[in-house]
């Protein structure tokens, strides 16, 4: 099962996650299926610090950004009515902007093309909270269906990114801040990682989900 988003003042709130702010290391992923391909087709993360989004003009295009003028983008990156595994991996370890932000799509990493030079560390975005469908004015929506969103304050490998793609529960507990499975009917998307940052829901209802559900055992690279 999934949240689903009609684009009208829904999303989820998962608050300030201060964990996040001058990270070194961090990963964002989760199950996206577009359903309108509009001027914003998805967006999630806590604006100032981090964000993944799509946008449309002359072309689509993914975004994986530490600022709003510190990007990685790539061309064509989705289209709609399919469910697309997304992950946003940074590392503040590595050396160029290539090393320190990735973006997986399915799995498989991404070719990026970046706009100024990415951090060693996230920035500190102060009490801005981590949103799932709306932008930190709550003045753009999304319509797309969201599940499986998963947080870590660790930069995952490329296995690990695929292991937990393929899997319901996370197959790496270390560092996890978030796991919420948006497959609740309930005014509240649980967080089941123990760190309790739950997300408050407005308007989403749960529809089908992707291909990974409950049931579905976590999976060996």
Not at 2 to 16: I, K, P, T
Not at 125 to 139: I, K, L, Q
Request: glycine fraction near 12%; aromatic fraction near 8%; include cysteine.
């Amino acid at each position: 099962m999934a949240l689903d988003f009609d684009g009208v003042d829904d999303q989820v709130n998962h608050g300030d996650i201060a964990a996040i702010d001058g990270a070194s290391a961090f990963t964002m992923m989760a199950w996206v299926n577009i359903d309108t391909l509009e001027n914003l087709g998805f967006l999630m993360g806590k604006d100032g610090a981090c964000r993944l989004l799509m946008t449309t003009g002359p072309g689509t295009q993914m975004t994986a950004a530490t600022t709003s003028i510190i990007t990685g983008d790539i061309a064509g990156a989705a289209g709609t009515g399919v469910w697309v595994h997304w992950a946003y991996v940074f590392d503040g370890a590595g050396v160029g902007n290539a090393a320190r932000l990735k973006l997986y799509k399915d799995g498989v990493e991404q070719t990026l093309t970046f706009t100024g030079t990415v951090g060693a560390t996230l920035p500190d975005a102060g009490a801005e909270p981590f949103r799932v469908g709306s932008n930190t004015s709550n003045a753009v929506f999304t319509d797309q269906k969201v599940a499986h969103l998963k947080l870590w304050t660790a930069a995952l490998s490329t296995n690990e990114v695929l292991q937990e793609m393929q899997s319901y529960r996370p197959a790496r507990t270390a560092g996890l801040i978030v796991w919420s499975s948006y497959d609740e009917r309930a005014a509240t998307a649980a967080d089941y990682s123990g760190a309790g940052n739950h997300g408050t829901i407005t308007g989403a209802l749960v529809e089908q989900g992707p291909p990974v559900g409950r049931g579905h055992p976590v999976r060996t690279y």
